[in-house]
């Protein structure tokens, strides 16, 4: 067969995959340095609020992302399920992001505001409690562990760090980073002073017990802080390309 000499070649084969690899990278990768912006610039998307963060970084730990993916693809079966399409912007904060590749569970893309926060304290202490078919493990140890947070402007500092690499900008302000622990009490403790939050983060901040007790902060606060923003900062009556799909 013809390309039998080619498989029989080591050299003549190496520089045949060096020469299709060159062209794939020169077809899909070179036109992005020509390119201003790969992500355009979407109305509302802000960074995370320092408890929202503090929940990514549980949301992370705990592993979530192997069973739900934050990517709601451009498909009409997609989106009739779970909402608009995820856009590009929605992404910019996160370091790293948390699209994943597969769905053991539903897409949390848009879960922010679907269900109450007694409804999350009820799924994350026993999941099937709220969805009896559920194969979720339990994580009641959440609304028992104090959150850790005194590391939080640190957290921040790497976060503007890795942004500014990424983006050639900033991701908090030194304004947020000089009241980050003051805003994430604030956000957990609903009666107390919240204007200072809304002014730096916008007026899509939820303030809540989010585990349901009042006083000390817990990792519950901060995780369903954090899945209750998820897809509430875009405003999509301004996205109808949807219906083309």
Not at 53 to 64: A, N, P, S, T
Not at 131 to 151: A, D, I
């Amino acid at each position: 067969m013809k390309h039998e000499s080619i498989e029989k070649n080591i050299p003549l084969m190496s520089i045949l995959v060096v020469i299709v690899i060159s062209i794939g990278a020169i077809i899909e990768i070179f036109p992005l340095f020509w390119i201003d912006k790969t992500i355009e610039k979407v109305e509302g998307i802000r960074p995370y609020t320092p408890l929202e963060l503090r929940g990514r970084d549980i949301y992370v730990r705990e592993g979530c992302y192997n069973c739900h993916s934050q990517m709601i693809r451009p498909f009409r079966d997609e989106w009739e399920r779970y909402g608009h399409y995820s856009l590009a912007a929605e992404s910019k904060y996160d370091h790293p992001f948390q699209w994943a590749s597969k769905r053991t569970g539903p897409d949390l893309a848009r879960v922010g505001g679907k269900y109450s926060s007694l409804w999350h304290q009820s799924h994350m202490r026993k999941p099937q409690s709220v969805v009896p078919e559920s194969v979720m493990p339990h994580y009641p140890w959440l609304e028992k562990s104090k959150l850790e947070y005194g590391n939080i402007t640190g957290r921040m500092n790497a976060l503007n760090t890795a942004h500014s690499i990424a983006y050639g900008e900033t991701m908090y302000t030194e304004d947020m980073i000089a009241n980050a622990k003051a805003d994430l009490e604030a956000q957990a403790t609903p009666d107390s002073n919240t204007d200072g939050v809304t002014t730096r983060y916008g007026n899509k901040v939820a303030f809540d017990n989010f585990d349901g007790k009042a006083g000390e902060i817990t990792e519950l606060d901060a995780l369903v802080a954090y899945l209750q923003m998820l897809g509430t900062l875009v405003d999509f009556t301004n996205y109808k390309d949807q219906e083309r799909y």
